[in-house]
């Protein structure tokens, strides 16, 4: 019993100690669950909502919630990690945009995707991006899909 009490105020120490460290950050498995129903009553017109969660200069992370397809996209200078957290949806990396268009400084966006790899993404799945990799997220009709997004600048 005292050893387990030692455990217990030995991990409760360290925790508070993790909270002190400069850039520290720590998102619940429940946390990020949430966003679900936060984001759904603030979907746009393209059928997206997002939630920045923090900046660190060369990276960034967020949540976003679907509801329906995305653009097609490409960031010539961004890594993107994609951590889905509710729901599916299919991702198709590569191949071509369809009717690019230049909306920033080293980012593109499209109405679709020409050839590329399609994959479903669920829960769990951990997705790299690699910069200037054309990739889009479809979400089917009447389904949704929550995912935690990390942008890395190279």
Not at 27 to 56: C, F, H, M, R
Not at 102 to 116: C, F, M, N, S, Y
């Given at each position: 019993?005292?050893?387990?009490?030692?455990?217990?105020?030995?991990?409760?120490?360290?925790?508070?100690?993790?909270?002190?460290?400069?850039?520290?950050?720590?998102?619940?498995?429940?946390?990020?669950?949430?966003?679900?129903?936060?984001?759904?009553?603030?979907?746009?017109?393209?059928k997206v909502a997002t939630q920045p969660l923090?900046?660190?200069?060369?990276?960034?992370?967020?949540?976003?919630?679907?509801?329906?397809?995305?653009?097609?996209?490409?960031?010539?200078?961004?890594?993107?990690?994609?951590?889905?957290?509710?729901?599916?949806?299919?991702?198709?990396?590569?191949?071509?945009?369809?009717?690019?268009?230049d909306t920033g400084p080293g980012e593109v966006?499209?109405?679709?995707?020409?050839?590329?790899?399609?994959?479903?993404?669920?829960?769990?799945?951990?997705?790299?991006?690699?910069?200037?990799?054309?990739?889009?997220?479809?979400?089917?009709?009447?389904?949704?899909?929550?995912?935690?997004v990390i942008k890395v600048n190279q």
């Amino acid at each position: 019993m005292k050893q387990t009490l030692a455990i217990v105020i030995g991990l409760a120490g360290m925790a508070a100690i993790a909270a002190d460290v400069p850039g520290y950050v720590y998102w619940s498995s429940g946390s990020l669950k949430s966003y679900e129903k936060k984001l759904a009553p603030k979907i746009d017109a393209n059928k997206v909502a997002t939630q920045p969660l923090g900046n660190w200069g060369n990276h960034l992370a967020m949540i976003a919630h679907r509801e329906g397809d995305g653009e097609a996209e490409l960031h010539a200078k961004v890594v993107d990690f994609f951590l889905p957290q509710g729901g599916e949806a299919t991702l198709i990396v590569g191949g071509t945009i369809v009717e690019p268009r230049d909306t920033g400084p080293g980012e593109v966006r499209g109405k679709a995707i020409l050839g590329g790899t399609k994959q479903k993404i669920v829960a769990g799945d951990v997705i790299r991006i690699p910069q200037n990799t054309p990739h889009q997220v479809l979400v089917e009709q009447g389904k949704q899909f929550t995912y935690f997004v990390i942008k890395v600048n190279q």
